[in-house]
């Protein structure tokens, strides 16, 4: 079974709106990462937030984590119609295969201008 | 510098026929993933190479598929007497070294359709 689910599954939103995205994950993780996919620049990394943080900004870009909940949420502030994409939230595996990533199956974004 | 490159972009092959899936990572990168992500799905892990090491083919979903990676670079998908059910995008990635920690870089990816 996957390890992240996200949620909403697609989010249709005006230009200038923000944007929140959510991701549910069933096991311990070291991190958790947020990735973008589009069809002009294919899967992109986003952001990375270790498991002892509670909060991350990177631009327009502010994901947090409750370990406690196993929950992330991930949101674009003042959104473009660029922002369109399907949104990835993906976590360790498991302790042990710290390398393997487990993604959830996305959340379809659409940005009307 | 160069990204991560596979080839081909699109692959179209009869049910049975064997097809092979090459992605070079980047240079200096120990660590390499390939995945497959279905229609309007989230990736899958298929396999991991680092280094010298023996790879995790702990997802690869039949003995039908199979990877290698030479001389620590390029790295070749290989699916025997394909079925409909392998068609779906291939991703391969690389990452500085064989951690979550670090970023993944992924390729554009290969189409395979299985008629």
Not at chain 1, 93 to 111: E, P, W
Not at chain 2, 14 to 23: F, H, S, T, W
Request: proline share 3%.
């Amino acid at each position: 079974s996957q390890q992240g689910e996200e949620d909403p599954q697609a989010l249709s939103i005006q230009e200038g709106e923000n944007a929140t995205m959510n991701c549910s994950y069933k096991t311990s993780i070291n991190n958790l990462q947020w990735y973008r996919q589009n069809s002009g620049r294919g899967l992109v990394h986003l952001i990375l937030i270790r498991s002892n943080e509670r909060e991350k900004h990177s631009g327009r870009l502010r994901v947090t984590l409750d370990t406690s909940k196993k929950s992330s949420s991930l949101l674009i502030t003042a959104s473009r119609a660029a922002d369109t994409a399907s949104y990835f939230c993906a976590t360790d595996a498991n302790m042990d295969s710290s390398y393997k990533l487990i993604f959830g199956s996305g959340t379809r974004l659409l940005v009307r201008p | 510098g160069a990204g991560v490159s596979q080839s081909p972009s699109n692959k179209v092959t009869e049910k049975g026929k064997d097809v092979e899936l090459r992605c070079d990572p980047i240079s200096g990168h120990t660590a390499l993933y390939w995945y497959r992500q279905s229609l309007g799905q989230g990736l899958e892990f298929l396999i991991y190479f680092q280094g010298n090491s023996a790879p995790d083919k702990s997802g690869l979903p039949s003995d039908r598929f199979s990877a290698e990676r030479t001389g620590g670079s390029v790295s070749t998908l290989t699916i025997q007497r394909t079925q409909q059910e392998d068609s779906a995008v291939y991703l391969c990635a690389s990452s500085l070294q064989g951690s979550s920690y670090n970023e993944q870089f992924f390729g554009p990816g290969t189409r395979l359709t299985v008629l």
